[in-house]
């Protein structure tokens, strides 16, 4: 099941710069993004979402942004912390009017790793 | 802050036994959910529960799981006879709208190790 996929296992990035995660889906059907976070021994902790009617979306130092037509969707974190080391995962509903009450399809995660 | 509980943190059992984990949803939310995260793998979803009874399942839940609301507050999934390729971390998720977001909220997680 490849409908949701990070491309990229990995990211480094000093502190104070911006991270970027990358996000990809193949079902049409799909029309709320989420992003969780996810430390060791815990679950998936919500960030921020995004509904399909929209392009961006924006959290204090989170910002997702939709292309439907690529079918991507990705996160900027600016400033990066320490903190905000952790895996990142990409989910997405379908036809859940908008919200994310329908199953979720998740990505294979990127771990993020924010350097002092 | 509300926050979904999972009980126990980690389960170890034998090939062949029934477990049962255990979950205490957000209690205003209405929507209940099982995922589980294989070693390495994906988050996947098994099963989401509504007004008391299953409203989607994946091609994972197959018979040997069941879930139950036993009461107002627990959510309970079962595996009636354990196989290997059941180990895992199990998540408990809840459905609800929390200020301006509505969301999947999820708990800590119980690992289950099948010996």
């Known amino acids: 099941d490849q409908q949701v996929k990070q491309n990229s296992p990995s990211l480094s990035v000093q502190e104070g710069r911006i991270s970027i995660l990358n996000c990809d889906y193949t079902n049409s059907m799909f029309d709320y993004f989420l992003w969780y976070k996810k430390y060791p021994a815990e679950g998936p902790t919500f960030l921020i979402s995004?509904?399909?009617?929209?392009d961006k979306n924006e959290d204090g130092r989170f910002t997702v942004f939709l292309n439907k037509s690529a079918k991507h969707l990705s996160l900027h974190i600016v400033p990066s912390q320490p903190g905000d080391s952790a895996v990142y995962f990409c989910?997405?509903?379908?036809?859940?009017?908008?919200?994310?009450?329908?199953?979720?399809?998740f990505g294979q995660g990127t771990i993020l790793t924010v350097h002092p | 802050e509300p926050e979904v509980t999972q009980t126990p943190s980690h389960q170890v059992t034998q090939m062949g036994q029934e477990v049962i984990l255990r979950c205490v949803p957000i209690?205003?939310?209405?929507?209940f959910y099982w995922y589980r995260q294989i070693l390495g793998q994906k988050v996947e979803f098994l099963v989401s529960f509504y007004n008391n009874e299953i409203s989607e399942k994946s091609e994972i839940f197959d018979d040997q799981f069941s879930v139950e609301r036993p009461d107002g507050s627990n959510f309970t999934l079962k595996i009636r006879s354990t196989k290997l390729e059941d180990s895992a971390m199990y998540f408990c998720?809840?459905?609800?709208?929390?200020?301006?977001?509505?969301?999947?909220?999820f708990g800590p997680g119980t690992r289950l190790t099948v010996l």
């Open positions: 998720a809840s459905f609800g709208l929390e200020g301006s977001t509505d969301t999947q909220y």
């Open positions: 209690s205003n939310h209405l929507y």
């Open positions: 989910a997405a509903s379908a036809n859940a009017g908008g919200t994310s009450y329908g199953k979720l399809t």
């Open positions: 995004i509904s399909s009617i929209k």
